[in-house]
């Protein structure tokens, strides 16, 4: 793995992902902000947070996949959702995806995404070897 | 330079004018602190989104120019945009004619306001620069405007290890919130996690390269989290970009705060 889990002894995380992550070699890539479309560009599971948020993950997986990759070299993420009742929604699906702890992690509640439809997207940086 | 495009077999992200991943081996990577219309004397340019988006990328064109480099070599923008469809309309065609054909990948987010209320847009760039890192400093950090705020605008990292810190809010180890409704207590219980981080990961506040603070309010964060912030990096401020949002994980959080940071080799 090229890089390095910070665990610091004073501060802990909130929930299970990495306090921080250092990056020690390979390529570092960096990902889009991931939404539910699929590869015709049409926006699935509107209004249906679970739905999409399957489809973010996916689509995650499918570009770390291309850069040779998967969801284990991711260094962080940020996942961004339009409305805080979502969370737990996502937070059970995204810890179906990353059954052990997450990368480097910011949760952030935003007024819109790029379209209205979209209730979340998922960006990150990896570390590919 | 050794920039690979990666396309994840999905023709959509091409039309729109972004990829879905762009990795780079990490030679000398340009980190810009998030830019806007904001002008010489403190105001903000006139005439709106059209506007605002020009004079934004021509302060970013300038921060790239003063590294050797310009908009192919951006692998990652992210946007910041209080209202969506003005940029639709009139904010998309301007940064388009500054790119080109050159395409990074992109985040674009709707926030409530920026720094100052009359900004619509804000957007900060990571650069992936062509030449070697041999011979120069661990951080270039440098200005290309006398602005006389508390950041750099932008930050290069020659050779370093990059270190991502997990977006840090003012949680304690027992996992309750410090500071519930005091803003003060939780900008400086924030900035002694990311103490706490950073020392663990080798690195000092002088190592940051890159912070993103994301606040309920951004009038009470400027009154009570920038002398926390201030005495935190003492001068060695990285480059930086302030949000006001939404929400945060729990509705204890006033503020969470992201750093890049980068150590030698």
């Known amino acids: ?129 | 330079m050794d920039r690979r495009d990666i396309l994840a077999d999905n023709p959509v992200e091409k039309r729109r004018g972004y990829m879905p991943g762009v990795s780079v081996s990490p030679g000398r990577i340009l980190f810009t602190a998030g830019m806007t219309g904001r002008q010489p004397d403190g105001t903000i340019v006139p005439g709106g989104m059209a506007a605002q988006t020009q004079r934004t990328m021509e302060r970013l064109q300038a921060i790239l120019q003063h590294a050797g480099a310009n908009f192919s070599q951006v692998i990652k923008q992210l946007l910041y945009i209080t209202d969506m469809e003005a940029h639709a309309a009139h904010g998309r065609a301007v940064r388009a004619g500054f790119f080109g054909e050159a395409r990074p990948t992109s985040t674009a987010l709707g926030v409530r306001r920026l720094a100052d209320p009359a900004m619509l847009i804000e957007i900060e760039l990571v650069v992936d620069l062509p030449d070697s890192p041999t011979g120069k400093p661990l951080l270039e950090k440098y200005n290309v405007e006398d602005h006389g705020l508390d950041f750099y605008q932008g930050v290069i990292v020659n050779g370093g290890r990059l270190i991502y810190l997990a977006g840090q809010v003012a949680n304690n180890p027992d996992n309750t919130v410090a500071g519930v409704g005091d803003w003060k207590r939780q900008a400086e219980k924030v900035y002694e996690n990311i103490g706490h981080v950073l020392r663990a990961a080798g690195a000092t506040p002088a190592s940051a390269v890159k912070e993103t603070t994301w606040v309920l309010d951004i009038a009470s964060w400027r009154q009570h989290g920038t002398a926390v912030r201030r005495a935190f990096y003492q001068g060695d401020y990285p480059a930086s970009t302030l949000v006001e949002i939404q929400g945060l994980a729990r509705p204890e959080f006033l503020v969470e705060i992201e750093v890049i940071a980068a150590v030698a080799r």
Do not use: H, W
């Open chain 1, 1 to 129: 793995m090229p890089y390095t889990t910070i665990t610091p002894a004073e501060a802990k995380p909130v929930a299970s992902y990495k306090m921080a992550t250092r990056m020690e070699g390979g390529r570092l890539l960096y990902i889009a902000g991931q939404v539910a479309r699929d590869a015709e560009g049409e926006v699935l599971g509107k209004g249906d947070i679970r739905t999409q948020a399957r489809q973010v993950f996916q689509n995650l997986r499918n570009v770390l996949q291309a850069a040779g990759g998967d969801l284990s070299d991711l260094l962080k993420i940020t996942t961004y959702i339009t409305n805080i009742e979502d969370f737990p929604a996502v937070a059970e699906i995204r810890s179906s995806v990353f059954p052990g702890e997450l990368p480097a992690s910011t949760l952030i509640v935003v007024k819109r995404l790029a379209q209205p439809e979209l209730l979340i997207e998922v960006e990150g940086m990896a570390a590919i070897s």
